[in-house]
């Protein structure tokens, strides 16, 4: 098996504000050097060689071929060299039409060896938040933000594209702490992105969030959320560019992945599929009235839910003598 990838499929993707096909393959590499997120399921690595990955790059290719945009996933960062070596990464460089996008931690994005080879570059790194005390404390992903700074204004000045990654919902945020962190952190990184992610929380099997989810005091969050979430980014976005603070075109999606499951993103249950698929859609179109008019009765339930789960936490809070 090492010598195929996790998994690939096409899927639509943006370039220059037009909508195409792109390759992603997620690599089976040696793992992630940091490991320790509390949300992270990619715990799982392999023995690979140089050769190992190349043969799962031609395994997606000679099922798909390759497409104006290749995407590639691996467990942690795309220019680790214990996890992709530097002949791998030449191999993906070779085969790139238009544009390239891969992930990083913010300590190797100076190890990227692929500016000015013809082709768009746009490098994501999972920042989660924009507020430090959340990142390494509920998070345990560590660094800071002017970790994540320091490495998007390296490839701004060496003109590649920043994807910066969002958490919805990190483990101990109520759901009403979460919106508002998420909806801050957008506006601390508007300026460095290309391209900025919301991931709304899925619970893996085997991780410590797992364990706060079972333990009933954990809630993947509501695809209500993630939608609040999307249309104050989104107005956000706008303002800075009509304001022409933000000269670049920033687009703000969002993948609801596992959608309705109890383990990842979900209302009641009748509504999740259409949400989620108004999401995606405003995803890849960035037309904000997929997402408007949107109505199911569960709706008024999580307005309640946001604000009695969060008078509950404070009134805990108080009682144990905090602030």
């Not at 690599?27 to 050769?51: H, P, Q, Y």
């Not at 706008?238 to 309705?260: L, M, Q, W």
């Amino acid at each position: 098996m090492i010598d195929k990838p996790v998994s690939c499929w096409v899927e639509k993707e943006r370039l220059n504000s037009k909508i195409v096909d792109c390759l992603t393959i997620i690599l089976r590499t040696r793992g992630c050097s940091w490991r320790k997120c509390l949300m992270c399921g990619f715990s799982i690595s392999a023995n690979v060689s140089e050769d190992d990955l190349k043969k799962q790059i031609d395994f997606a290719i000679s099922k798909y071929g390759v497409r104006d945009v290749v995407k590639i996933f691996t467990s942690g960062s795309f220019f680790d060299d214990r996890e992709v070596s530097r002949g791998a990464r030449d191999y993906v460089y070779s085969l790139v039409d238009k544009k390239l996008i891969v992930e990083s931690r913010p300590e190797y994005v100076f190890n990227c060896d692929c500016f000015d080879l013809g082709f768009e570059l746009e490098v994501g790194i999972g920042l989660e938040t924009s507020n430090d005390f959340i990142r390494n404390v509920c998070i345990n992903k560590g660094f800071t933000f002017e970790d994540y700074e320091r490495a998007a204004e390296y490839l701004i000045e060496n003109k590649a594209g920043v994807r910066t990654y969002l958490l919805l919902k990190p483990p101990f945020l109520s759901e009403k702490e979460a919106i508002e962190d998420c909806i801050q952190s957008i506006k601390d990184c508007l300026k460095y992105s290309r391209t900025i992610s919301i991931n709304p929380v899925y619970i893996p099997k085997n991780t410590y969030i797992e364990k706060l989810w079972k333990a009933k005091i954990y809630r993947p969050p509501w695809l209500w959320s993630a939608v609040k979430v999307l249309r104050r980014a989104f107005s956000e976005i706008k303002s800075k560019t009509n304001n022409k603070t933000n000269k670049n075109e920033v687009c703000i999606i969002c993948d609801p992945v596992g959608a309705g499951s109890v383990r990842a993103v979900h209302n009641c249950g009748k509504c999740d599929k259409d949400i989620s698929s108004a999401i995606r859609k405003f995803s890849i179109s960035q037309d904000i009235k997929v997402l408007e008019n949107l109505k199911c009765s569960c709706e008024k339930t999580w307005r309640k839910y946001v604000n009695v789960e969060n008078t509950a936490r404070f009134n805990v809070i108080s009682e144990l003598g905090g602030e």
